[in-house]
């Protein structure tokens, strides 16, 4: 698999978890890669996706961006795509848990640390760009000093992205999980492509899967739960969208497709 992966990191205990981060056009993607689980079998690597929170992370140089880092004790953050996460390093049973957004930013964040008791935030937030502007500092000069709970008080977790992208679907494949937990109001918007599905496609049903342990399915004799199944037709010029209902809530979402064809689903969160 290639695209845009920028970020590897981990710890030699506590499961010994590996996480890579990464996006594409569809989504922000995080792959961990955790040791044998409950049933004995042998570790795989796991894909799941997240939000973006802005396009303006989508160009290639912000491939030096996105920072993985334990800032505290045994606590993750997470910085990629104008948003930081919460996350353990810690995993178990085959998966991984306690992945939650914390807050949207527009900074540029090259990369954070503690310091003494402190979160440190480096800053680009301008750039020589190789000394053609003179009054601007060095990059990562203007640091933000301030403490890990403060990045609850920036921006509301917010974002879009999505598991299929005209996207040749499978039947009975499920998508990636997609997180869901942790955002307010939630939408999921869904076209089928007739013109680049098998002929004769005019039709197409999906089932919203969703699932609220957190383990995204991954230990055994847990299963995903079924929430509602839409249905793309030409009477709505293959086009449907689907509001989850206020205050509904799950750890993961993902999409499953009764019939082969090429489809697109969004999820936006506000």
């Known amino acids: ?32 890669y955790v040791g044998d689980d409950e049933t004995g079998n042998a570790g795989k690597w796991i894909t799941y996706r997240l939000p973006k929170a802005s396009h303006a992370y989508d160009h290639l140089w912000q491939t030096e961006w996105p920072r993985l880092r334990e800032v505290e004790t045994e606590r993750y953050l997470l910085d990629v795509h104008g948003q930081f996460y919460e996350l353990s390093p810690l995993g178990w049973a085959g998966s991984t ?62 974002g879009w992205g999505g598991v299929w992208r005209k996207t040749a679907v499978n039947r009975f494949i499920a998508s990636d999980p997609y997180l869901m937990t942790g955002f307010d109001k939630k939408i999921l918007h869904m076209t089928l492509h007739p013109e680049l599905s098998p002929p004769g496609t005019d039709e197409a049903i999906v089932v919203v899967q969703v699932d609220y342990l957190g383990t995204a399915g991954h230990t055994a004799n847990e299963e995903w739960a079924n929430l509602t199944s839409i249905t793309l037709s030409s009477s709505a010029h293959f086009y449907e969208y689907f509001i989850f209902p206020t205050g509904f809530s799950a750890h993961w979402v993902r999409l499953v497709s009764r019939y082969d064809c090429t489809l697109t689903a969004y999820f936006h969160y506000t």
């Open 1 to 32: 698999e290639e695209t845009a992966f920028v970020e590897v990191a981990g710890r030699g205990n506590f499961g010994k978890v590996i996480y890579a981060i990464g996006w594409d056009s569809r989504s922000v993607i995080l792959k961990t």
């Open 97 to 158: 848990w306690g992945l939650r957004p914390v807050s949207r930013h527009l900074r540029m964040i090259p990369d954070f640390t503690s310091y003494r008791g402190f979160l440190v935030l480096g800053g680009n937030q301008v750039s020589p760009i190789m000394d053609n502007n003179l009054v601007t500092g060095q990059p990562q000069s203007g640091l933000w000093f301030g403490k890990t709970d403060d990045l609850w008080s920036f921006g509301k977790p917010q």
